[in-house]
């Protein structure tokens, strides 16, 4: 069957890497790229990095410029996708108009998670698209002391961007380590330590209890009984996948949109990025992946296995994703987890320089560099090689 109309909802990483896919691949036909944010594509990293310290501009993190005439794409930007039916294959958009289409990218990603019961006071923020982010670095102008909820990526890059802003930064995290989830315990301590060798208050193991302020936010109540101030706080306790529109479209959602192992959702309809949960092939488990590389990799694979059918094959992914904190380049592929054997390799944690392998039943199962990007991609290879952990220490030191 031909496809005359590929609608694609989500016009960010995800969307537009799997538009130029499409065109890669040959496709000719009409591109309706649906997006509720009212720019066009833009790169999300820098929001918590160069974005918020006022080194990069909006104009520095674009990726696509709409160019009037674009090979045929239609950008219909600030429209949101209200509804779909997937077996009519109709997409009801928020003016209530109706897009017939052939094919479908659902590639809405995900929003930041607000702190349940939080009040709404001026200086309270959620991190996640360029007008979240515009916000907040105009709030740090004017702002002395940060409090950051949530020690996962998001809030400790921002701890740290704030930090090297010249602000003082308090961060509050549930768990006993912060990046727990990223990293495992033991490397965890290792960046809670540089953390606060930079003079970042961290404080693990202890919840919020209340934000303080009456209009505007003055500080965060702790669950120990103390209190932190603060002029700005940043809520940075993870995202939910965008779904809701999908709710009645007949297509299955749990914790994101269920696909099979090649990313189709139902009959000409694929996922793609943080809002897809596809049954990966390694694992034999549905995941859903809420990291750069995952929605670049499977957004191409998506479209391809929009227009070739089932035997574009399965979508096989070793999780990668980085983050810049201070001077540290982390990088992580695979996954960590507390239990796992471990090897450090070329450096070591003090120099602040190195690779660590994580292994489990004998296999090499993750990786993680500091300052080692090219090791960490041959690291990364070798896990997709399922490669013994025998084999991964062999290599890591040199024999
Ligand atoms: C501040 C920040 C820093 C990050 N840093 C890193 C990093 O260092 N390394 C890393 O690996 N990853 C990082 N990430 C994660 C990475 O940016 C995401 O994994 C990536 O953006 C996912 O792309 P996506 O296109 O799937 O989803 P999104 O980027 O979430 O885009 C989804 C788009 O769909 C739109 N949309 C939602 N619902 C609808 C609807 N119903 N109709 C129309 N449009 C809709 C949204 O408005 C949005 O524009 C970071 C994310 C953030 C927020």
């Not at 499409?22 to 036909?29: A, F, K, S």
């Not at 979240?132 to 921002?158: K, P, Y």
């Not at 749990?254 to 990025?273: S, Y």
């Not at 380049?329 to 996954?335: K, L, N, P, T, Y």
């Amino acid at each position: 069957m031909s496809l005359e109309t590929i609608a694609v909802v989500g016009s960010s990483l995800a969307g537009l890497r799997a538009i130029e896919a499409l065109r890669r691949e040959g496709y000719g036909g009409r591109i309706v790229a649906i997006g509720e944010e009212p720019v066009m594509p833009y790169d999300r990293p820098p929001l918590s990095k160069q974005f918020l310290k006022g080194e990069w501009d909006a104009e520095k993190i674009a990726l696509r410029h709409d160019v009037g005439d674009d090979e045929g794409i239609e950008w219909w930007l600030g429209r949101k996708a209200e509804a779909l039916d997937a077996k009519a294959k109709r997409l009801t958009l928020d003016a209530g108009e109706t897009l017939d289409f052939d094919g479908l990218v659902i590639a809405t990603g995900a929003r930041a998670r607000a702190f349940p019961g939080a009040p709404d006071l001026d200086g309270c923020f959620l991190l996640r698209n360029l007008a979240d982010a515009e916000a907040l670095r105009t709030a740090l102008d004017d702002a002395s002391r940060v409090a950051v909820i949530g020690a996962g990526f998001i809030g400790m890059e921002v701890a740290a961007t704030c930090r090297e802003r010249g602000l003082e930064v308090s961060v509050v995290e549930f768990l006993e380590t912060p990046l727990v989830r990223g990293l495992g315990t033991k490397l965890g301590e290792y960046v809670a330590g540089v953390f606060r060798g930079h003079g970042v208050d961290l404080r693990c193991g202890v919840g919020v209890e209340g934000f303080l302020g009456d209009g505007r936010v003055s500080g965060l109540a702790l669950a120990d009984g103390s209190q932190i101030e603060a002029d700005v706080v940043v809520v940075g306790i993870g995202v939910t996948p965008n779904t809701e529109w999908l709710e009645g479209s007949g297509l299955e959602i749990d914790n994101g949109v269920v696909c099979d192992e090649t990313c189709a959702a139902a009959q000409d309809i694929v996922a793609a990025g943080d809002v897809a949960r596809w049954l990966d092939p390694r694992s034999g488990v549905h995941t859903r992946v809420e990291h750069w590389t995952n929605a670049v990799e499977q957004s191409v694979h998506a479209a391809k296995r929009l227009l070739h059918g089932p035997e574009a094959g399965p979508f096989v992914h070793v999780p990668y994703v980085w983050s810049d904190q201070f001077e540290l380049r982390i990088q992580i592929a695979g996954e960590v987890r507390d239990g796992d054997e471990m090897e450090v390799g070329l450096g070591s944690l003090e120099e602040g320089r190195c690779l660590v392998a994580f292994g489990r039943e004998g296999k090499l199962t993750g990786a993680v560099g500091i300052k080692r990007a090219r090791q960490l991609n041959e690291f990364r290879d070798l896990i997709g090689e399922d490669t013994s952990w025998d084999d991964a220490v062999a290599k890591l030191r040199g024999d």
